[in-house]
Nanobody
Framework: QVQLVESGGGLVQPGGSLRLSCAAS????????MYWYRQAPGKQREWVAT???????DYADSVKGRFGISRDNAKNTVYLQMNSLKPEDTAVYSC???????????WGQGTQVTVSS
């Protein structure tokens, strides 16, 4: 059974940094494409970043240059380093895992990030 558990969220001041983690179990992690999404109150969920099996990354324009996605296949974990945080980054951040050869995906429960002074 696939399980994704996010951690690392919290309250941070504008301009601050956080690193989110998503620990995966029940999957052959190295064969999965990993994603971060976020959902702000009253808004639709939006894609934030992707990292492929080979480590190729892609980012939404709203976070490009500020966020960095990485993975550690030995630890079955994907990370999201968030720098220069803005109030508009406030959201529940969730990770998604998709096998490279399938469109089916699994989601974590999410972790709250609040950017406020």
């Amino acid at each position: 059974q696939v399980q994704l558990v996010e951690s690392g969220g919290g309250l941070v001041q504008p301009g601050g940094s956080l690193r989110l983690s998503c620990a995966a179990s029940g999957i052959a992690f190295s064969l999965y494409v990993m994603y971060w999404y976020r959902q702000a109150p009253g808004k639709q969920r939006e894609w934030v970043a992707t990292i492929t099996r080979s480590g190729t990354t892609d980012y939404a324009d709203s976070v490009k240059g500020r966020f960095g996605i990485s993975r550690d296949n030995a630890k079955n974990t994907v990370y999201l380093q968030m720098n220069s945080l803005k109030p508009e980054d406030t959201a529940v951040y969730s990770c998604k895992a998709r096998p490279f050869n399938s469109e089916s995906a699994s989601w974590g429960q999410g972790t709250q990030v609040t950017v406020s002074s």
